[in-house]
């Protein structure tokens, strides 16, 4: 058996597995059924602008209506979505008497749908439901059913209690979290994933390559976590490249997907740098999340290599690699980023070295920055944004 | 990657995680705070009669006393659980004016608390919660809160989100299902497990690798279970050994008890004939669980073989053995269980011919029976049992 941990680690971890999830193409045709299991009749339907053009929002909002559903489309949704979408949610919600979210997109339209449905059944500020607000929040009751429907394989928030949403007086990503907020049931059709354009689904899969890594890398004993990440990590790999070959190859889009769930529940363990810093990137800046998350990669591998060297032998295990096994798989890792077409800079993103301490201070503050495998501070957060511009 | 799965199978699944876990020696003595924040002040503490003598339930009753809980000791549960022990627990939870029930053992006090606080709490008839009669039950409420402590690594009750109890009437196993049943939190303390006399542990861990490996081998897309059960069928195979040869290795009990919980978490994707047989045997017969399913796995596996070749060389990759890989993987099950000295004959349970055709019919009534990866009949069980009485 391979170890992935340290073994000076103490064997103990707080564990939690998701939900209730529908995986398979085609099954979106199950939505009228489930939204009357959970009690919904008059869903709001959330999801980005973009999404809602097309055929796949319709779609959605097709099989309800067929179903004697009566959804109510809100499509108020930005890229890294603010608390300003949040309220608008809430707001739009009440207006439709709506029962119930549907929440359909990529991270976005997904962590923006869970936020509307709590704020909507919570009541009160949106801030209340901000880590670490969220805990005196916890037992109010009255948050929607919420059902989510991903349309990429990556971000894993149709799996995720909390959302990721950009508190805009802060200028910060914060999480959203309340235990109510997990979906109650994941419609994940790879079929809904199939129009994504090929940078996206490049970056969206590197994203979810990232939830497994940087979740096998938290140095927390969770061997169930540990065992259903190197698989993601390795059944990325494996699909990744056949799906940017041929994106209408739906048993790739079928792994790629169930490889980012596999992400979303791994990192119940809680993840690292590369979230810490791309949070911070896309509050103050911007920025694909998941590609901001793929240039940081290979950076913070070189910070937390010491902490890592078991999960690298573990993955360079399971991938069958030849040669002395952390630098097997941090090449393996390096190859299927330029697979991907990922840059090289953040430069692409608009980082440029006077963001720099900025940047740090917001990420060395966020949550993500508390389960990373070595300490971290402005210095060594430095250091890697540094690197990751040249 | 491995592909543990024929290719020709669809890729769907419907998937399921359990719940919050406290993992780790010593956690028991979170059992208050754990109790008071399901709000807990009076809860009754199931578990079975021969547990109650010994200093583990005295230790979970002194923990949850010093933290100013008031429990209520219900111990009259038996090996194989009935329905008359839990209609008997269900009064006990009445008249201490219970709050909420803490299910302390093996299977049997797990499965039997789990089941109390559902009677209990839901009323009427307990063959109102039996599969398949227990769909009409869904949706009552009243369920009280539960917290389970497993005192073997085998079973895996304690995530489970069914109970498996003895229906006398019937002389059959019969499941026992409601959402509400799945533990609040479970605390799986491998300190617990330390007094488990050695034949028990081997049984247990036979039991929990058993439940990796017919969940690994049902034939449905679901890469976590997956990974997980490949990850529990090793870790017992390093880990059984050394706690046979050193009862109070604590890093191997504790191995072995996330292997277990692995076992049953992604045993929500099924179980098989070997399952199917060893609930038919408990019910007419009764003998151990786990030996059972022990006696039956070879016979089993001869049974599905053609099916799950690829299930049993993706375990021969992970363990790294030599030779053709579905014989190397048979091999080496095989000498894990002369290691945990498993009798080759059900003779030891008192199965003699006489009983073949009353233990084939009532297994291919069972749950798990449906799920195995070949389909089954009264001739293919009949011809399993004749080779493990053999």
Redesign the interface.
């Known amino acids: 058996?391979?170890e992935t941990q340290n073994s000076d680690l103490?064997?103990?971890?707080?564990?939690?597995?998701?939900?209730?999830?529908?995986?398979?193409?085609g099954?979106v045709a199950e939505i009228g059924a489930i939204c009357r299991k959970h009690g919904m009749a008059r869903p709001l339907l959330v999801t980005d602008r973009g999404l809602a053009q097309l055929p796949i929002a319709q779609r959605v909002m097709d099989e309800m209506t067929e179903a004697g559903i009566h959804p109510t489309l809100f499509a108020e949704v930005q890229e890294n979505p603010t608390d300003k979408n949040v309220v608008a949610g809430a707001e739009a919600y009440h207006a439709a008497s709506a029962d119930g979210v549907v929440a359909l997109g990529g991270g976005s339209g997904l962590d923006c749908g869970k936020a509307v449905a709590a704020l909507a059944g919570l009541g009160g500020s949106l801030s209340d439901l901000m880590w670490p607000n969220h805990e005196k929040t916890a037992t109010r009751k009255g948050v929607p059913p919420i059902i989510t429907i991903p349309t990429t394989a990556g971000t894993g928030a149709e799996v995720e209690i909390a959302s990721v949403i950009t508190d805009t007086t802060q200028r910060r990503k914060v999480g959203i979290w309340h235990p109510q907020m997990l979906s109650r049931t994941v419609i994940a059709d790879?079929e809904m994933t199939l129009s994504l354009p090929r940078h996206l689904t490049a970056a969206t899969a590197m994203d979810a390559l990232i939830h497994n890594l940087e979740a096998l890398c938290v140095p927390m004993?969770?061997?169930?976590a540990?065992?259903?990440a190197?698989?993601?990590v390795?059944?990325i790999?494996?699909w990744l490249p056949t799906v940017l070959d041929d994106p209408a190859n739906?048993?790739g889009r079928?792994?790629l997907l169930?490889?980012s769930?596999?992400g979303a529940?791994a990192f119940g363990k809680g993840l690292g740098a590369m979230h810490a810093l791309s949070h911070a990137i896309g509050a103050r800046i911007g920025g694909h999340h998941g590609l901001t998350n793929a240039i940081l990669m290979p950076h913070v591998l070189d910070l937390n290599e010491r902490a890592i060297r078991p999960a690298l032998r573990a993955v360079a295990?399971?991938?069958?690699l030849a040669g002395e096994p952390v630098a097997s798989c941090r090449a393996w890792l390096a190859n299927l980023a330029i697979r991907a077409e990922i840059p090289k800079s953040l430069q692409v993103i608009g980082v440029t070295p006077n963001h720099i301490p900025d940047l740090a201070e917001v990420a060395l503050r966020d949550i993500c920055a508390t389960t990373n495998p070595v300490p971290l501070d402005l210095e060594s957060l430095s250091t890697v944004l540094r690197a990751a511009i040249d």
Chains 1, 2 share one sequence.
């Open positions: 058996m391979i103490p064997l103990r971890g707080d564990w939690l597995f998701p939900t209730d999830i529908r995986f398979g193409a099954r790879p004993y969770h061997p169930m540990d065992a259903m190197i698989d993601g390795a059944r790999g494996r739906i048993q079928a792994n169930a490889a769930i596999a529940t295990s399971h991938l069958g």
